[in-house]
Nanobody, 123 residues
Framework: QVQLQESGPGLVKPSQTLSLTCTVSGGSITTNYYFWSWIRQPPGKGKEWMGA???????WYSPSLKSRTSISRDTSKNQFTLQLSSVTPEDTAVYYCARATGYSEHSDEYDIWGQGTQVTVSS
């Protein structure tokens, strides 16, 4: 079955760029019609959809994060990557990668999730 695994540093300094990779196994990120997203959950808050990359390679971003977010992919490695620039302590959260069938900004429509990775922004 399809499995997702996040990887990246657990601690990032303010003003730096956060970079996380999601490695997908058991299925291809180019398979019609899956969308692959990054979703985060700050401590004590609900989940926040950040953006998605489609099977075609097209990308979408949350308007509130668009100026700082970039999602890309490496089809040869079956991975997709999140970059979030100019981070502040408010970006501290558990970051998840997840899959949905079709475009969605709602976390409850994502059927497969990685285990999540804690990222703390602190000097």
């Amino acid at each position: 079955q399809v499995q997702l695994q996040e990887s990246g540093p657990g601690l990032v300094k303010p003003s730096q760029t956060l970079s996380l990779t999601c490695t997908v196994s058991g299925g291809s990120i180019t398979t019609n019609y899956y969308f692959w997203s990054w979703i985060r959950q700050p401590p004590g808050k609900g989940k926040e959809w950040m953006g998605a990359i489609a099977y075609s390679g097209s990308t979408w971003y949350s308007p509130s994060l668009k100026s700082r977010t970039s999602i890309s992919r490496d089809t040869s490695k079956n991975q997709f990557t999140l970059q979030l620039s100019s981070v502040t302590p408010e970006d501290t959260a558990v970051y998840y990668c997840a899959r949905a069938t079709g475009y969605s900004e709602h976390s409850d429509e994502y059927d497969i999730w990685g285990q999540g990775t804690q990222v703390t922004v602190s000097s």
